[in-house]
């Protein structure tokens, strides 16, 4: 079976536009951005999704939450906002089944979303 395409990313076996490594997570910025800034925050380790999350990920939720700031400072969005999401499960269009926050910033969003 082939190995999910964010393990590989993670593991450096996939080329992304990374812009932060370390030893939990990655982030990378989106293939098919659906705003002027669109990143992807993942953890190193694979997990489906939050609905796979247990107790003890709670420390990795966490850090992927204020990487996905860290990233969106450093992509210039502080000053006028982003929006954070992750698609979880079919009805909410999940397509990478390796657990991912996207962060979207550079212009207005609606809401709520589609
Ligand atoms: P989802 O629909 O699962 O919430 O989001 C998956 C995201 O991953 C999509 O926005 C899609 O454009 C992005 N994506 C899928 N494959 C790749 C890839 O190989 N490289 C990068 N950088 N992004 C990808
Ligand atoms: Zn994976």
């Known amino acids: 079976m082939s190995e999910c395409i964010f393990c590989r990313i ?3 076996r996939a080329p992304a536009r990374l812009v932060w490594q370390d030893d ?5 910025h989106d293939l ?9 925050v993942i953890p190193r380790r694979h997990l489906v999704s939050v609905n796979a999350a247990a107790p003890a990920d ?19 969005l502080e000053a ?3 929006r954070i999401v992750t698609n979880c499960g079919a009805d909410a269009g999940q397509s990478v089944f390796h657990l991912h ?5 550079g212009r207005p969003m609606g809401w709520p979303p589609g």
Do not use: T
């Not at 939990?24 to 990378?28: L, R």
């Not at 098919?32 to 992807?40: D, E, F, M």
């Not at 709670?58 to 210039?76: E, I, K, N, P, Y």
């Open 24 to 28: 939990e997570a990655v982030a990378f």
């Open 10 to 12: 993670a593991a450096g």
């Open 80 to 82: 006028r906002g982003y």
């Open 101 to 105: 926050l996207h962060v979207l910033g």
């Open 58 to 76: 709670r420390d990795l939720l966490g850090h992927l939450l204020l990487v996905a700031a860290q990233v969106a400072r450093s992509a210039g």
């Open 32 to 40: 098919h951005p659906q705003a002027p800034v669109h990143l992807l």
